[in-house]
């Protein structure tokens, strides 16, 4: 399994972007989908993660402007990002956890894609 996010680049604070996490390969079932961030000089952070149960999860400083859903018959988790602060600038990685594959089960990232908020 690979996954391939897309979607970053240089937006205005206030402007919206949305990231896309696309796997390939074969997938039976997953626990979650979601999407951590990397500041420079922090450590990774989790923004939200969406279960196979529907649940969600959302850090505090995202609620009410990140939204995430996920195509299922794509494989796809996105990242709506309204609102956007300067704070939320950093590299943004998906991550698919409890991945069941031909294989066995695992945890999957992507590479990451920067988004940077101009002030």
């Known amino acids: 399994v690979q996954l391939q996010a897309s979607g970053g680049g240089l937006v205005q604070s206030g402007g919206s972007l949305r990231l896309s996490c696309a796997a390939s390969?074969?997938?039976?079932?997953?626990?979650?989908m979601g999407w951590y961030r990397q500041a420079p000089g922090k450590q990774r952070e989790l923004v939200a993660r969406?279960?196979?149960?529907?649940?969600?999860d959302y850090a505090d400083s995202v609620k009410g402007r990140f939204t995430i859903s996920r195509d299922n018959n794509k494989n796809t988790v996105y990242l709506q990002m309204n609102s956007l602060e300067s704070q939320d600038t950093a590299v943004y990685y998906c991550n698919f956890r409890g991945v069941l594959t031909p294989t066995g089960i695992g945890d999957y990232w992507g590479r990451g894609t920067l988004v940077t908020v101009s002030s």
């Open positions: 969406l279960f196979a149960s529907r649940n969600i």
């Open positions: 390969g074969t997938i039976f079932n997953f626990n979650s």
